[in-house]
């Protein structure tokens, strides 16, 4: 499972880092994903990283948002910076390996002033 945590209410300029601690497979050989959905909207990719530590960033955020991976520590977080109003959303970790996969419950970011 995965149990993803450290969203919250922030303001605009802020930083927040989002954490995703996996368990009960391995971990190792996942594909991890950070997915945002806003009120009304469909899910959207944010960041991925692949199991050697390579990782891609949407171009909505990309230099204000940076995704890493702990293979020992089975975690994974999405440090996020210069938050912008724009990026509300409730934010889920996501695994994926050969048609397996695993889905946290989701963390709210909220930006506001």
């Known amino acids: 499972q995965l149990q993803a945590f450290g969203g919250g209410l922030v303001q605009p300029g802020g930083s927040l880092r989002l954490s995703c601690a996996a368990s009960?497979?391995?971990?190792?050989?996942?594909?991890m994903y950070w997915v945002r959905q806003a009120p009304g909207n469909q899910r959207d990719l944010v960041a991925t990283?692949?199991?050697?530590?390579?990782?891609n960033i949407v171009d909505a955020v990309k230099g204000r948002f940076t995704i890493s991976r702990n293979n020992t520590e089975n975690t994974a977080w999405l440090q996020m910076d210069k938050l912008k109003v724009e990026v509300t959303a409730n934010y889920f970790c996501?695994?994926?390996?050969?048609?397996?996969?695993?889905w946290g419950q989701g963390t709210q970011v909220t930006v506001s002033s």
């Open positions: 009960g497979f391995a971990f190792s050989t996942y594909w």
């Open positions: 996501y695994a994926y390996y050969r048609r397996r996969e695993y």
């Open positions: 990283v692949t199991t050697s530590g390579i990782t």
